[in-house]
């Protein structure tokens, strides 16, 4: 399947600026539906979701709905400040159940690219629930026989290889690449920049033929991603609202 390859422009599509990826406060309504993000630990606010910003709405063929302000709604319980250990994954499944229970919507997002608690809250409604990192995950087999993932922390790796195995994808992950930075600074306008496109360039130079940003706090490093690896970079916050937009137009 054709591919970019090196050299040509990188496309990725706009999301938040720097720094923006981890705060603020937005959702998506369409008609009557409400897309509902749910936040598995306090790290984690709406506007870290480009995919549901307000300027996609501009865009051609995106949804026509306009996005409106709506409550963090914290989980009840203890949550961690990220998903950093499978402690930290398994920890949330029953909080972002409750959440669920209590805050009706037309579909769910798990604001985290380690999707926990996927399965549990699947459980605890019958409408949608996406996980961003299978969502992103889709949206890369569309672009490239082979992506590479840039990883938040190293332990983050083999959460996010259990569920390409249960797509079936994991022969065509090229590389994993952890930043091993703390939150505060992956979601810094200019602090993780170099590890970034350094990290960029080596999945390139590995076989990847597009890039999964594997942590919602690199949201607003998307183009640097590009620009670096000259590769499609898949922003999981965008490729999960897309879909989550989609599910909520089936009843």
């Known amino acids: 399947m054709p591919v970019q390859r090196r050299g040509a422009a990188p496309r990725s ?14 959702a998506p309504t369409s008609g009557k539906a409400r897309l509902r993000h749910v936040p598995p630990h306090p790290g984690h606010q709406p506007e870290c979701l480009p995919g549901l910003h307000p300027g996609h709405r501009r865009r051609p063929g995106a949804a026509a709905a306009a996005a409106r302000p709506v409550a963090g709604g914290d989980a009840p319980g203890r949550r961690p400040p990220a998903i950093a250990s499978w402690e930290d994954w398994h920890s949330v499944a029953l909080p972002l159940c409750r959440l669920v229970e209590r805050e009706a919507a037309a579909a769910y997002v798990i604001a985290c690219v380690s999707d926990p ?14 996980g961003m990192f299978r969502c992103a995950v889709a949206a890369a087999v569309t672009r490239a026989e082979r992506f590479g993932i840039i990883g ?19 022969s065509r992950l090229a590389a994993w690449e952890p930043l091993d930075l703390p939150m505060e600074v992956l979601c810094d306008a200019q602090a993780p920049r170099q590890r970034i496109a350094a990290a960029a360039r080596r ?16 949201a607003g490093h998307a183009a640097l991603a590009a620009e670096a690896s000259g590769l ?19 009843p």
């Not at 996927?118 to 409408?127: K, P």
């Not at 922003?235 to 897309?242: I, Q, R």
């Open 13 to 26: 599509l706009p999301g938040p600026p720097p720094g923006k990826g981890c705060r603020g406060a937005c």
């Open 117 to 130: 608690g996927l399965e549990a809250v699947r459980a605890a409604t019958r409408r949608p629930v996406l």
């Open 152 to 170: 938040f922390v190293a332990a983050s790796q083999a959460r996010q290889r259990r569920a390409l195995q249960g797509m079936g994808l994991e």
């Open 203 to 218: 999945l390139a130079e590995q076989g990847a033929e597009a890039i999964i940003l594997g942590c919602t706090g690199l």
């Open 232 to 250: 499609p970079v898949i922003e999981p916050c965008e490729a999960a609202g897309a879909l989550a937009l989609l599910a909520a137009l089936r």
